[in-house]
């Protein structure tokens, strides 16, 4: 019998083109580093849950946000809610349409508030309904809007950029500037300047104190972005780093006015399958922390999601019960906590690290290995063991979590039956994860699977078999 083997897990979700090409897949699952002295260099956990803080039945699928300090604007599908400290949702009034929005808010000693949708541009209420954006000097198709320094700031497809006036809702008709061949599908407000993300490149002004047009031109970003809400990074209470989809499908955050890239071989080809598939306007990218970590989920809805950790550098994928792709959509740090509404429901969820569930439903969490190869030679793997943190059972919750575990004998193209072993109920602290004859491999090597959907603390510090070489057929 050979020395016992590490099996191998991940950093970062690596799927291949085929499955035997994957370098492991990590499901609602990530690591982090391990303090010194713990079981290994890294600790598995499950990404953080969604417990629910407010509801509307009537109304549902979450379009946007915008932070009023003592109220929340929600908006849905056709529809506008007040949430108040209490998360008491209250219907202001109707706002038609079921996309993805921009929100703006300026600096008045009574703020005004603006939104872009669809069907234009209207002016939003903390107390009342929404209505028609009244000045006629703006065009009436902007594609998104942001604020700066108490200015509005609109986009348009034809490149053409409009701010108001200060603090106002009021626009000059000369209060514009064009950017010369670039279709203007995103402005947005970072680090004190106006990013105006384009189909081609992007570019950078600064409040110069101009007018009618107050901002001039500071620097040009040589990549643009797939679509309007493709980006996130900017918002208040995050790690302060602005990162996007660019427009040649790859991922980038920005240092200075530098476009670094940050996006693995497998998240470029979903963004390229998206883009190619006519679903560019869709992608939609969302924030939250999680103690330390912070998090960038870029979501193809019904298809796909894949989360960042800027922290570690890492990705993983995220998959909601019964879907594809990750049911949270926008965000917003609010009330002293992250905010994320549902692509479906009408429920506001809170991102919490100590609710082990989406709502209701069960949050899977999923760690695939990558290869133990003995190329050419076949592998008898007598015992497998997992390092998962014991007796997480607990009262009221789940007191006896189970590990679905099951393993590839051809490299991962086919997975037997799992096998359930017991993860162990409060105090069962001397509790071993492993699987006994686990069979033969055919030389393109061995993979296990690790599946937990009971709503409970998930650790896993790696894993180990006890290998027998043999020639194979």
């Known amino acids: 019998m050979a020395e016992p083997v590490e099996i191998p897990f991940p950093v970062s979700s690596s799927?291949?083109?085929?499955?035997?090409?994957?370098?492991?897949?990590?499901?609602?699952?990530?690591?982090?580093?391990?303090?010194?002295?713990?079981?290994?260099?890294?600790?598995?956990?499950?990404?953080?849950?969604?417990?629910?803080?407010?509801?509307?039945?009537?109304?549902?699928?979450?379009?946007?946000?915008?932070?009023?300090?003592?109220?929340?604007?929600?908006?849905?599908?056709?529809?506008?809610?007040?949430?108040?400290?209490?998360?008491?949702?209250?219907?202001?009034?109707?706002?038609?349409?079921?996309?993805?929005?921009?929100?703006?808010?300026?600096?008045?000693?009574?703020?005004?508030?603006?939104?872009?949708?669809?069907?234009?541009?209207?002016?939003?209420?903390?107390?009342?309904?929404?209505?028609?954006?009244?000045?006629?000097?703006?065009?009436?198709?902007?594609?998104?809007?942001?604020?700066?320094?108490?200015?509005?700031?609109?986009?348009?497809?034809?490149?053409?950029?409009?701010?108001?006036?200060?603090?106002?809702?009021s626009v000059a008709a000369n209060s514009t500037t064009t950017v010369q061949g670039l279709f203007a599908r995103r402005v947005l407000r970072y680090g004190g300047r106006l990013y105006v993300f384009g189909d081609k490149f992007t570019v950078v002004y600064r409040n110069a104190g101009l007018s009618p047009f107050p901002f001039s031109r500071e620097a040009t970003i040589p990549r643009g972005i797939v679509g309007t809400h493709a980006v996130a990074g900017w918002e208040t209470g995050w790690a302060n780093t602005l990162i996007w989809c660019g427009d040649d499908f790859v991922v980038y955050k920005l240092q200075g006015y530098t476009p670094v890239a940050i996006s693995t071989p497998p998240v470029s080809r979903a963004i390229q399958a998206a883009v190619l598939a006519g679903r560019a306007a869709t992608i939609q990218a969302t924030i939250f922390m999680f103690g330390d970590n912070a998090f960038w989920t870029v979501s193809d809805p019904g298809f796909w999601s894949w989360q960042y950790n800027l922290t570690t550098g890492n990705w993983n994928e995220n998959v909601s019960y019964t879907r594809t792709d990750w049911k949270g959509r926008r965000s917003v740090k609010i009330f002293d906590r992250w905010l994320i509404g549902d692509d479906l429901t009408g429920k506001l969820f809170e991102s919490t690290s100590d609710y082990y569930r989406e709502g209701n439903d069960p949050l899977l969490w999923s760690a695939e290995s990558g290869i133990i190869s003995s190329f050419p030679r076949g592998i008898v793997i007598p015992e497998a063991t997992f390092a998962l943190t014991a007796g997480t059972g607990s009262v009221g919750t789940e007191i006896d979590p189970k590990v679905l575990i099951s393993w590839s004998l051809d490299g991962g193209h086919t997975y037997g039956n799992p096998v359930q072993r017991r993860i162990g109920g409060p105090g069962e602290t001397r509790n071993l994860v492993k699987i006994l004859n686990c069979g033969l491999s055919r030389g393109q090597g061995v993979r296990f699977k690790l599946e937990v959907s009971d709503p409970v603390h998930i650790g896993l510090s790696g894993g180990k078999i006890n290998p027998e070489l043999r020639m194979t057929a």
């Open 15 to 169: 799927p291949g083109v085929r499955p035997q090409e994957s370098g492991g897949r990590l499901i609602n699952c990530f690591p982090e580093k391990a303090p010194v002295g713990a079981p290994g260099d890294l600790i598995y956990l499950r990404t953080p849950g969604l417990r629910q803080v407010a509801e509307t039945l009537a109304h549902s699928h979450t379009r946007g946000f915008l932070d009023c300090g003592s109220t929340l604007l929600w908006i849905l599908t056709d529809r506008v809610y007040a949430v108040s400290t209490s998360f008491v949702a209250t219907n202001l009034g109707a706002l038609l349409g079921s996309d993805a929005v921009t929100t703006a808010r300026n600096n008045n000693a009574v703020p005004q508030n603006v939104v872009v949708t669809a069907n234009g541009c209207f002016n939003l209420f903390v107390g009342g309904a929404p209505t028609a954006f009244a000045d006629a000097d703006l065009p009436s198709t902007p594609t998104s809007v942001c604020d700066l320094d108490g200015f509005f700031v609109w986009s348009f497809g034809d490149g053409r950029i409009f701010a108001s006036d200060l603090n106002s809702v």
